[in-house]
């Protein structure tokens, strides 16, 4: 592992500019999308004429998911039976919603998704649940090994320290059929790293080193590890340590972390280093809080010049 330095930064950046300046009209179809729950694969050919029709909305809130990014396949799903909205919603369990039918159908709907966002784990009810039958029944018997899964945890103090280790748990699985994301901020952050050491928050909230999360990364068994702090953003990953300065989404609202999350999975798409998705995510909710619009070409170039730029001026 090693701490991507001033230079290392910039040539991530500078990177991005040259992916930005070859965006294609895909790349700008896909951004058309940001917050949407269902994305079609913009890289992928599409059928308009054989589309099917789009996943219920009840489907999200029942399965804990956030955003699902989906290579077009015509065939209509039947699952309405198990995406209604319930009134007992904190009794429901895997095993009293799924039957036969339904698991084959989940199948078809998994065996065409490309990237997974989970929502957020503290505010989704039954969530562990949920994410664990999926992985189960359904995940593991289609054997693919080419997800992208992404989490994101809140606050694990409002959870039992037990259900904490179970989630975790279940995400390390997660891993064996592609690349898992944690998302926190710092705040988060360090209060899993209380759980996990049996630490109180103020006997190491002086260490300001990313050195402080390598323990969480290494107990939870996932390839990635994204922190956002006031004036930084965290990368943690199997083959390195990234740091970027001068811009973050510590202070976000719902969109922003949205713009995140689309410029984050774009790269994924895309093929890029993790380092790059987490730029290009950064670049694109930074263009938003900016601008208060959506980003294109030139707002995100200027955007990137002018963080490199900061980059290269001295702090005093």
């Known amino acids: 592992m090693y701490i991507h330095n001033q230079s290392n930064a910039d040539r991530i950046l500078l990177d991005l500019l040259s992916t930005i300046q070859n965006f294609s009209d895909s790349m700008y179809t896909y951004l058309d999308h940001i917050g949407e729950q269902e994305v079609l694969n913009p890289f992928q050919k599409i059928d308009f004429i054989g589309i099917r029709e789009p996943i219920p909305n009840g489907f999200f809130t029942k399965f804990g998911i956030r ?58 009810v039954n969530a562990s649940d949920f994410w664990d039958g999926l ?23 409002k959870k039992l320290v037990f ?15 592609g690349s898992v994301t944690l998302v926190l901020n710092e705040d988060e952050a360090d209060r899993l790293s ?36 006031p004036n930084r953003t965290l990368l943690i990953s199997k083959d390195q340590r990234l740091e970027f300065g001068g811009r973050s989404l510590n202070n976000r ?24 998705c987490v730029a290009l995510g950064l670049a694109i909710a930074g263009v938003y809080q900016q601008t208060e619009s959506e980003p294109d070409q030139k707002t995100m170039l200027r955007y990137i010049k002018e963080w490199i730029d900061e980059l290269k001026t001295p702090a005093y």
């Open 67 to 124: 955003r699902l990014i989906v290579n077009p396949f015509p065939k209509t799903l039947t699952i309405s039976n198990v995406t209604g909205d319930d009134k007992n919603s904190s009794g429901r369990k895997w095993n009293n919603i799924i039957n036969d039918t339904a698991l084959e159908e989940l199948k078809t709907l998994f065996r065409n998704c490309v990237v997974i966002q989970f929502a957020q784990w503290e505010n989704s």
């Open 135 to 157: 992985l189960r029944d359904v995940i593991k018997p289609l054997n693919k090994k080419d997800f992208h899964f992404i989490f994101y945890l809140g606050d694990p103090t």
């Open 163 to 177: 259900e904490t280790d179970e989630i975790l748990d279940i995400m390390s699985e997660y891993s064996l059929f």
């Open 194 to 229: 209380g759980v996990l050491n049996e630490w109180t928050i103020r006997s190491y909230s002086f260490k300001k080193s990313v050195e402080k999360y390598l323990p969480v990364f290494n107990t939870i068994r996932i390839d990635s590890l994204v922190i956002f702090s």
């Open 253 to 276: 609202n719902a969109f922003v972390g949205n713009c995140f999350d689309a410029g984050y999975q774009l790269g994924l798409l895309l093929q890029l280093k993790v380092s790059h």
